[in-house]
């Protein structure tokens, strides 16, 4: 199982960023696929989850309050891939970002429910 984020940067307050995340090494569509992140000095944060699904189009999906509105997670489950799209960008996103998978279908709240993780991709929002 690996996973793959990529697409961080510096973006100025109130730009866009596109993370992406690339799996291989397990059958995707089925498992959850999570996103988190870690400022300095702080806790890994969970953001987003998108479930994973048998049928491989009936998928659920959950935000953090923080980023709730303004972050949209999505899957493209030919490709292998998941999306973090992120706007109206706050200089408290700043952080580094994560992708990890519970390896089952359903989204998990805890880091630690998390079997395998991606390296992280720095997002800085600073002008």
């Known amino acids: 199982v690996q996973l793959q984020a990529s697409g961080g940067g510096l973006v100025q307050p109130g730009g866009s960023l596109r993370l992406s995340c690339a799996a291989s090494?397990?059958?995707?569509?089925?498992?959850?696929i999570g996103w988190f992140r870690q400022a300095p000095g702080k806790e890994r944060e969970g953001i987003s989850c998108?479930?994973?699904?048998?049928?491989?189009?009936?998928?659920?999906?959950y935000y953090a309050d923080s980023v709730k509105g303004r972050f949209t997670i999505s899957r493209d489950n030919a490709k292998k891939l998941v999306y973090l799209e992120m706007d109206r960008l706050k200089p408290n996103d700043t952080a580094v970002y994560y992708c990890?998978?519970?390896?089952?279908?359903?989204?998990?709240?805890?880091?630690?429910?998390?079997?395998?993780w991606g390296q992280g991709t720095l997002v800085t929002v600073s002008s």
């Open positions: 998108i479930s994973g699904s048998i049928s491989g189009s009936d998928h659920s999906i």
């Open positions: 990890a998978t519970p390896y089952g279908s359903s989204c998990r709240r805890r880091a630690s429910e998390y079997d395998y």
């Open positions: 090494g397990f059958s995707f569509s089925y498992y959850a």
